[in-house]
């Protein structure tokens, strides 16, 4: 690959910028946008019109180069839509078409260096000289922001249309301001049609106490993503780039503590400052996470984390492969082939397909042993959480290493036991202070699930007013380093 053009491509990550939730720039794009939004909300055309607008300003303020591509994932799905219905003699071929359009350009700009990479790794170890990566086109090698959100989100209403649980609708309009609709386009939740259309048909306007549950669930998200994940993300790249000069068994224990935090509360604080967004202009998102880390088994780790996308595959590819109600074989192939489509979903890398391999593996001997139903029934169910939480945080190594080779590294670190210089504790007191609070904070959570009364207290309104003061205070005063979202990568 040309060293110049390799060279060009950092420079433009580098000094392209993307509007953040977490900045100046949002700030001032959210205030225009709700000082707006009460004049065009009243009349259908006019309230799509503002949302598809000000949507593709959003996200042109990256690159407006690629608004062609979400432009014309949404056509093909749009008119795929009608002709669905028009022409229902011949629907299967219109949903293939748009499978072809969707995946296809998923695959050109996601997975071409990837598929070429895997090609020669094939080749040279047969000993056959092979350059496929040379010959990927120079635009396939900038990955669009948010392509894998608004891409599944495209395919999901062309395929509901299929199946006839969705009538498509008529107005480009309205199709394009769900697709595209800025609070949950760069980095989801993925929302599906079903859910979202019927609310844009709608003149929706919001009473105080759904505005305060909108603040509340951005001061929240805005308070996960800059004081909790930003304040761990120098802490965790040091010792991914080996930059701190720290090892050892309790140190790399301490960092994939850390990044299982900083990637839940990263993620996590977005979908919330998304859904408290499209809650204030009116419009109900699902949850994303629930608690995750929490969970007593790795099934049920997947009905708590990124909820929209563990869905979406439920529907769209587990279920159609089989299930879990034709047999355990059966059930098995549906899971490994789902959880190895996720993995690919996250990134075209081999760690990606690693971990979502060891979320299948841990997921097939608990379908098998059922080991985790029989610890549920003794006294000893509190240790479920603990074990449930090492599997993922030993498969996240894979999914924030850079290689596998650094990935196996680290893994072998954890578990042999290799002396640790403490010294780290000073160097990082504050990503660890945070760590702490973390799971200070789950384990609030967990106790207020198990206590009724502590439950009662909690949803009393003038603990939720101190919560979401502290939160917006904390997150100007202690907030980290300005770190993009993790999942804008993918």
Known sequence: ????????????????????????EFLVFAVAFFALWPVFRKKNNARWSFITVMSFVFYGWWDWRFLFLIIGSGLIDYFAGLLLVQRSSHKKLFLIVSLIGNLGSLSVFKYSVFFATVLDDFFNSMGIASSFIDHVPEFALILPVGISFYTFQSMSYTIDVYRGRLQPTKNILHFFSYLAMFPQLVAGPIVRAKDLLNQLAQHRTTNALQRWNAIKLMAYGLFQKVVLADNMSFFIDSAFEGKSGFDGTAYWWLVMMAFSFQIYCDFSGYSLIARGL???????????????????????????????????FRDYVYIPLGGSRNGLLVGLFALWTTMLLSGLWHGANYTFIVWAALHAAFSSIERITKWNKAWSRSRFKWMLIPIIFVQALVAWVYFRA?????????????????????????????????????FLIETVILIRKEFTLISIWFKTKHLDIVLVCMSIIASIFFRGEGAQFIYFQF
């Open 402 to 438: 850079a290689d596998l080779a650094q990935a196996n590294e680290i893994v072998s670190t954890l578990f042999s036991f290799q002396p640790s210089d403490f010294g780290f504790i000073h160097s990082f007191e504050n990503a660890l202070l945070v760590l702490g609070l973390a």
């Open 278 to 312: 499209a809650k204030y202009m009116g419009y109900h998102f699902k949850m994303n996470f629930n608690h995750p880390y929490l969970a007593t088994s790795m099934r049920e780790f997947w009905t708590r984390w990124h909820i929209s996308l563990s869905t979406w």
């Open 1 to 24: 690959m040309d060293s110049t053009f390799a060279l060009g491509v950092y420079i433009y990550f580098r000094f392209t910028e993307i509007m953040v939730f977490n900045s100046i």
